[in-house]
């Protein structure tokens, strides 16, 4: 009871830090925070899916199939089988990391569609209250959203908070790949915001596409605005754990392995990762596959990466951080005590990172804002153009 009691007051500590840096109103959605429920488990249909032998065969099973089993499965099939298992189970081939890319996204919008009118009948069911009414209306109008024209999504779970993974440029054709990996607040709600888009995964990645486009127009590039796990809600518990990143960072593993069977670029993924995703980025950096050599893990507004150096992460890791002077993650403890914490600090001297200029960058989600050293750096990095990266300058004195 007494070990309990000293957790609960080091969380408080932890997250308290991090509310008095903050502004109100992020403190007030800290105090009403709760834990969030981690999806590790497959889709909804998926159970069905892997009863189903109407092909004459065993079908890849969501849970334990590797990428290059469920590739070898899809290109087996003729398309009109293809077009069968869509039409019967959108969520799980929408999500199966490993199938042909253009087959998820025509899934994933029938998946959206039918969450959509879902939500739609619950805004109008009269037997609900208004608050969950209004919840439907909002989930309807975000999956209304993500079925605009062109739009390109790679993954969606309506569980929970909703996950959703959208590709921005051509992701079959790249010759340059990158992941955003987003950290708290990030779900189906948040995944693209038209106020301050750069809030948003889906505003980052435009940002970091954008840049890479100006920088080299000749060269093909993606980036994937990847919500592929339940991130931590406010500034409560669960963002002073690696909790949540522990079962985020399989998904991302599992993420990578499908590009590797279903893209073909000149280099590795690089992982852009902000905030809390830079510990689900930390968790996952051992496991990462590598394909052509080294992958870049560019860190920016971290709270820690779970570790002490950069040398924990892995040989095949090179780890960019910059966090600006404005920045509150700044002031929150770079420690780990009991399960707390995330360890030292990624933009240290002694951590081994390449600490990069986030020059103009303003707060904890200004660094891929226009004519920042931050924005500049990211793409260069993300096109390995490593000449053109503007290292932090140490201070005089």
């Known amino acids: 009871m007494r070990r309990r009691r000293w957790k609960r007051v080091l969380i408080g500590a932890f997250a308290g830090c991090a509310v008095l840096v903050d502004a109100g109103a992020a403190a007030a959605q800290a105090a009403a925070s709760t834990e969030q429920v981690a999806i590790a488990t497959p889709p909804a249909g998926s159970a069905a899916w892997v009863q189903d032998h109407s092909l004459g065969r065993a079908l ?41 890319l253009d087959l ?12 959509r009118d879902r939500a739609q009948d619950r805004a109008a069911d ?34 929970g908070r909703g996950l959703v993974s959208e590709v921005f440029g051509d992701l079959a054709s790249a010759e340059r790949i990158s992941v955003l990996v987003p950290g708290s607040d990030a779900d189906l709600g948040h995944h693209d915001q038209a106020a ?19 920088q080299a127009p000749g060269t093909r590039a993606a980036v994937i605005a990847w919500t592929g796990y339940v991130t931590p809600s406010g500034l409560g518990p669960d963002a002073v754990t690696s909790r ?45 596959p590598h394909t052509t050599g080294t992958t870049d893990m560019v860190v920016f507004g ?9 040398a ?16 509150w993650i700044g002031n ?25 200029s986030s020059a103009g960058a303003s707060g904890h989600n200004g660094y891929l804002a226009p004519g920042t050293d931050s924005l500049h750096n990211f793409g260069s990095i993300a096109l390995g153009r490593y000449q053109g990266v503007n290292l932090q300058q140490p201070e005089a004195g």
Do not use: K
Request: one cysteine or more; charged letters at 20%.
């Open 196 to 214: 301050e888009p750069l809030r948003s995964p889906a505003g980052m990645a435009r940002a970091l596409l954008a840049e890479e486009q100006r």
């Open 60 to 100: 890849p099973d969501p849970a334990t199939a590797t990428a290059g089993a469920v590739a070898a499965f899809f290109a087996a099939l003729t398309p009109a089988e293809q077009a069968r298992l869509l039409a019967e189970y959108p969520l799980v081939v929408g999500n199966l990391d490993g199938a042909p």
């Open 244 to 288: 949540l990143a522990d079962v985020a960072a399989p998904r991302l593993e599992r993420l990578l392995d499908g590009l590797d069977e279903t893209t073909d670029p000149a280099a590795d993924p690089a992982l852009f990762c902000h905030s809390y995703g830079s510990v689900v980025c930390g968790v996952a950096a051992p496991d990462l």
């Open 332 to 356: 929150v403890p770079y420690l780990e005590v009991g399960g707390l914490g995330h360890g030292a600090d990624p933009t240290g001297s002694g951590f081994g990172a390449q600490d990069v």
């Open 312 to 327: 924990e992460l892995g040989t095949g890791v090179q780890v960019w951080a910059t966090r600006n002077p404005d920045d």
């Open 302 to 310: 971290s709270p820690g990466m779970g570790v002490q150096s950069a």
């Open 104 to 115: 998820r996204y025509r899934a994933n919008r029938a998946a959206i569609a039918a969450e």
């Open 126 to 159: 009269r037997s609900l209250d208004s608050t969950a009414r209004a919840l439907a209306v909002s989930r309807a109008n975000d999956c209304a959203h993500l079925l605009e024209p062109g739009r390109q999504i790679l993954a969606f779970d309506p569980r």
